[in-house]
């Protein structure tokens, strides 16, 4: 089992540009979230979905999209990347009836100049 | 809304020190969950409390989550550089259980 996994795991990108990161999980995991981290802030919850084709907005979820078309992967777009975006993102994912915690990926820190 | 505070935000211990982080909600919990995220890595779950006055033991580690369910705290006896990351606690939403209301962590560094 690869868990959950993100790619890419770095990304540079200028003000204004879009990009998608990719969160894949092979639990077959009901829910999946979208969070960023920044330093003092600890993890803020951008978008969770609770199944195939359903998502709904966290704490942050302003200037991100996302889509769960498939189970197993969850996106997040940035449309129009700002500065204020620089950070590392982390996807989740935990089960409807087998255990509380969530999984994390390894992260994908974006830069946005 | 629900929140969840963390103290300390951080804290440095040499070898051998205990070290406690504290989780403190004004509304009762269902439950909290403690994760440790090492530097540059991710958040990986330790342990869910769920019952009023629960402790729990992961080695050196002990969990305790308070009789009114409104705090829960982690104490890691004689550290070692291997605990050193950043603890979070996690308490389900009570409004929303499929989402967690996360502390903003405690960092530990550990001096050899």
């Known amino acids: 089992n690869a868990g959950v996994t993100q790619t890419p795991k770095f990304r540079v990108l200028k003000t204004g540009q879009s990009m998608t990161l990719l969160c894949a999980q092979d639990m077959n995991h009901e829910y999946m979230y979208w969070y960023r981290q920044d330093p003092g802030m600890g993890l803020r919850l951008i978008h969770y979905s609770v199944g195939e084709g359903t998502t709904a907005k966290g704490e942050v979820p302003d200037g991100y999209n996302v889509s769960r078309l498939k189970k197993q992967n969850f996106l997040l777009g940035l449309e129009s990347a700002a500065p204020s975006q620089t950070s590392v993102y982390f996807c989740?994912?935990?089960?409807?009836?087998?255990?509380?915690?969530?999984?994390f990926g390894p992260g994908t820190r974006l830069t946005v100049t | 809304g629900q929140q969840v505070m963390q103290i300390p935000q951080y804290q440095h211990v040499q070898e051998g020190e205990d070290f406690t982080t504290y989780c403190n909600s004004s509304t009762t919990l269902s439950n909290i969950q403690w994760y440790k995220q090492r530097p540059g890595g991710h958040p990986v779950f330790l342990i869910q409390l769920v019952k009023s006055g629960e402790v729990k033991k992961q080695k050196r580690l002990t969990f305790q989550f308070g009789e009114a369910k409104k705090n829960s705290s982690l104490h890691i006896t004689a550290t070692q550089t291997t605990d050193v990351g950043t603890y979070f606690c996690a308490a389900k939403n009570a409004g929303n259980n499929r989402k967690l209301i996360w502390g903003l962590g405690t960092s530990l560094a550990v001096n050899p």
């Open positions: 989740a994912s935990s089960s409807h009836d087998r255990g509380p915690e969530q999984y």
